[in-house]
């Protein structure tokens, strides 16, 4: 392909005959030849001494046969039909019945339009450009083609709409370009349903061809995302089981909704709802992703993706702001010695909720939730930054600083304490050494009772930072915009008669790496199985054992029973 083109470029710079507008010399023949067959029926004009045979012949001695014009036909219909109206339409210009006035003897020729080269180029451009041979795009500001050598020194320019050669297909009814080409979309493209060059969705579809959604599924290896991701809801769904588990443990168990286990109980909530989410694609994955066959899901044409979007927005916001009340009180009490966020929860409930709340609103509010990417949907990508990340960030990254400097303190108070505990046990100790070993037995004491909380906090942390730092460097390679050069190259993989998979491991360079997309998917959905685990202790299950025998009891009748009978051995 790459071949012809090079050549039908050497054939329209060198054999496109054309005259001027007034046309004093010349001919008006009939045309006869093959190449453009199905498109001139028009009496063409022609130079002195020069025939339709020795136009078409230099034509085909350039290149521009049958042979070449069926393949690119075959590989880019659409183009094929805009450069064949540009082509023919330049090199036969049309004589037109019209006399000029004042002139009797004299042709009136109308010459190629320049919106038809202006639709090549705008149609075409990209994808020419994409294999390297935007060399043959014609300059539709310039002269027409091949005109300087006839009609020096300045050429024709391309004519306006109304004044120039008006050229159609002329097979028979079909899609394509001027409404007749049959367009044949091999898979996973299909056909755009939108007629007369319209499109259904121009970051997906280009010359009368889509891309399936969801559109990421076809760029890599057969299946291969459809069973990364479902691997990765089964992590968020099973993630899901035990952050609800821990939330009831702190929400019903005895001794657990008061300071500081409150905080967790909030946390564990908020973790449960970022991984509820995952309802929504595990009843339907396609349902989330994709409003129809070509189209992705957005907040405006999808009540779901609107609902499961602004739920994990504020989930993915809330969690952020209570772990970083986590840091803050740990950092508090181990450091300083003060409870002051326990009276502080109507406070903290304000900040946290409703910061949650307000950057939801936000995303919702400027219709920016949609599904770009694994299975559910969130804020568009060139919005995410500004709305989603960076909020976040102004709340855990100072958070983790202030963690840092938390295990700094306590690295540094059990430094001293294993080097002075020999020294201070065998002198009379002062005030002040008294109150040093008094705030490092706090610290030890604090690190003891805390350091899951603490765990649980930097869990949360490298989780949400690996996945930021895989949205930012590596996500925005799948952008629509940054694709369609390469996915131009994909097609003509694909038309080359080559395996899908082939053809996805030669844009492979191009994606997201697979492993690292899944592994960052599936490290965030994990959350809520890991603070599981780091809770997890076996006076958990006595507790719940405990608390199942009280409720069995009080659902048995015997406390009614047994107070009935306190009360007779008081009377």
């Avoid at 990209?126 to 050429?155: E, F, H, M, R």
């Avoid at 006595?542 to 048995?556: A, I, K, P």
Wanted: charged letters at 10%.
């Amino acid at each position: 392909m790459a071949r012809f083109f090079a050549k039908v470029a050497l054939a329209t710079l060198t054999l496109g005959f054309i005259g001027s507008i007034e046309a004093a010399g010349g001919s008006a023949l009939n045309y006869n030849g093959t190449l453009c067959s199905d498109y001139v029926d028009y009496k063409v004009w022609a130079p002195p001494g020069v025939t339709i045979a020795m136009l078409e012949g230099g034509l085909i001695n350039a290149g521009m046969n049958q042979t070449s014009l069926g393949q690119l036909k075959a590989t880019l219909p659409t183009c094929y039909d805009y450069f064949m109206i540009n082509t023919c339409s330049g090199t036969f210009p049309r004589v037109n019945t019209t006399p000029i006035a004042n002139s009797p003897n004299s042709l009136n020729v109308d010459f190629a339009c320049k919106s038809a080269c202006q639709t090549l180029v705008n149609e075409c451009a990209l994808y020419l450009t994409a294999v390297g041979k935007q060399s043959i795009l014609p300059n539709c500001d310039g002269p027409i083609q091949g005109t300087t050598l006839t009609v020096p020194p300045n050429g024709v320019l391309y004519q306006p709409d109304g004044q120039c050669n008006v050229v159609k297909s002329l097979g028979a009814a079909g899609g394509g370009a001027s409404g007749n080409l049959s367009i044949t979309c091999d898979p996973p493209f299909v056909k755009d349903p939108m007629p007369n060059g319209q499109t259904a969705n121009k970051q997906y579809c280009m010359l009368g061809c889509c891309i399936k959604c969801p559109a990421q599924y076809y760029l890599y290896r057969d299946g291969a995302l459809e069973k990364g991701f479902t691997i990765t809801n089964i992590i968020r769904a099973v993630s899901m089981v035990f952050s609800f588990i821990l939330f009831l443990s702190y929400c019903l168990l005895p001794d657990k909704r008061s300071h500081p286990s409150a905080l967790i109980l909030f946390f564990s909530l908020c973790v449960f709802l970022f991984s509820v989410v995952i309802v929504f694609p595990l009843v339907d994955t396609r349902a989330m992703q994709c409003v129809d066959e070509i189209n992705p899901s957005t907040q405006q044409n999808n009540l779901k993706c609107a609902i499961q979007g602004a739920l994990l927005i504020f989930a993915s916001v809330s969690t952020c702001a209570w772990c970083t009340a986590l840091i803050i009180n740990l950092h508090l009490h181990t450091v300083w010695n003060s409870a002051w966020l326990a009276k502080k929860y109507l406070m903290l409930h304000v900040v946290c909720w409703g910061f949650a709340a307000a950057v939801t609103g936000v995303a919702l509010g400027l219709g920016e939730v949609k599904w770009e990417f694994a299975t559910l949907c969130l804020v568009s990508q060139d919005k995410a930054p500004t709305i989603f990340f960076y909020p976040m960030a102004a709340m855990i990254f100072p958070a983790f600083l202030l963690h840092i400097a938390t295990f700094a303190h306590i690295a540094r108070i059990s430094a001293q304490a294993g080097g002075d505990s020999e020294t201070m046990s065998r002198s009379t100790l002062s005030a002040g050494a008294a109150a040093v070993i008094s705030h490092r037995r706090h610290v030890m004491m604090a690190i003891r009772i805390q350091w899951r909380a603490a765990l649980m906090a930097v869990c949360a942390i490298v989780s949400v930072t690996f996945y930021w730092l895989f949205y930012f460097i590596q996500l925005k390679k799948i952008n629509p915009t940054t694709l369609t050069v390469h996915i131009v190259n994909f097609v003509a993989c694909l038309k080359e008669g080559n395996a899908h998979d082939f053809c996805a491991d030669e844009m492979a360079p191009f994606l997201p790496p697979y492993g690292l997309m899944i592994a960052a998917e599936a490290l965030v959905s994990s959350i809520g199985t890991v603070i599981f685990i780091v809770f997890f202790k076996t006076n958990l299950v006595r507790e719940w054992g405990d608390w199942f025998s009280s409720v069995g009891y009080l659902c048995s009748g015997k406390r009614k029973q047994k107070k009935e009978q306190d009360q007779f051995f008081v009377i």
